[in-house]
């Protein structure tokens, strides 16, 4: 269980498996309120999963290559982030259509976790698939455009998320321990990156963030057991732990925003670690008193 937090730190809520897909790595989970379902998926099993919260329905597609985030596109669709770059994704006739390479001078790269500012700009981050050589980069999507990068040297990157008055980006160098804040712009230049957490040796790698109605952000905790809340100043607030190790990311859902649901992995694990986490894998919820911010649309003109 994750080591060194204050005693007054409290756990807030007790997690369940709402779908034990058995993910490699779940990652990404995003929320459309239209279809009241959670999207997400399984990059290294090269899958996208969907759950209909509403009547339970479960839906699989395979991807041609690791998919490692999802964006809603306005008026309908969505764009995935695969290892070959920007995709347009048909969940109808599960066709992917190319929209843009990204780092095809690094083959040893992927792309990573990505999310849509309250302006409708994808913002998403690039890593190195063997996670030992700093060849990983924050990049934004312009309209019409190519990707941006706007930071770099990281191993993998996780994020990014932003405050509710979108003057704030927050983006994670997991490697590091390290959870950064920028200062965001009207027009996407971020600006003054400072640290905003460091995660403690023995409480697992910050992985995915997500951001509350307060200005929260909460983080899974690869090898962590669980998530962590933080105040908009870095106070570590609250936790939730959870049965497995590897908590990779959270979204908020249902009709209130008030359902959490996080992705977990099996990745890593030893045969005798994956026995004893059967759950390992699977997609989690649980209730929480703060809402979460609506999901964006990316806009592509």
Not at 186 to 191: I, T
Not at 198 to 225: H, K, Q, R, S
Request: aromatic share 10%; net charge negative.
């Amino acid at each position: 269980m994750p080591a060194g937090l204050s005693p007054a730190i409290a756990d807030v809520a007790q997690p369940d498996c709402v779908w034990d897909v058995g993910a490699e790595l779940g990652e990404g989970p995003v929320w459309s309120a239209a279809e009241q379902a959670v999207w997400f998926v399984d990059i290294k099993g090269r899958r996208i999963h969907r759950l209909d919260t509403v009547s339970g329905a479960r839906r699989s597609w395979d991807a041609p290559s690791n998919p490692s985030f999802l964006a809603p596109i306005a008026g309908g669709g969505w764009l995935v982030g695969l290892k070959t770059g920007l995709h347009r994704f048909n969940p109808k006739s599960g066709a992917f259509t190319l929209l843009s390479t990204v780092e095809a001078h690094l083959p040893d790269n992927r792309l990573n976790d990505g999310c849509v500012d309250a302006q409708g700009r994808l913002w998403f981050g690039s890593m190195h698939d063997l996670e030992t050589a700093s060849s990983g980069a924050l990049y934004r999507l312009e309209a019409r455009g190519a990707p941006v990068a706007v930071d770099w040297n990281y191993v993998i990157t996780n994020g990014p998320a932003f405050s509710p008055d979108g003057g704030v980006l927050y983006h994670t160098d997991t490697l590091g321990r390290l959870i950064y804040a920028f200062d965001l712009g009207q027009d996407g230049n971020v600006s003054n990156r400072r640290v905003f957490a460091a995660i403690e040796d023995g409480a697992g790698y910050p992985d995915g963030p997500a951001v509350d109605a307060e200005g929260c952000v909460w983080t899974g905790l690869f090898g962590g057991w669980g998530l962590r809340r933080y105040a908009p100043t870095g106070e570590l607030l609250a936790q939730v732990r959870f049965p497995c190790a590897n908590v990779t990311k959270p979204t908020f859902g249902g009709d209130d925003l008030k359902t959490v649901y996080a992705t977990t992995a099996w990745k890593g694990l030893d045969t005798a670690e994956r026995a004893a986490q059967p759950q390992a894998g699977g997609l989690f919820s649980f209730t929480v008193d703060v809402p979460g911010l609506p999901q964006a649309e990316l806009r592509l003109d």
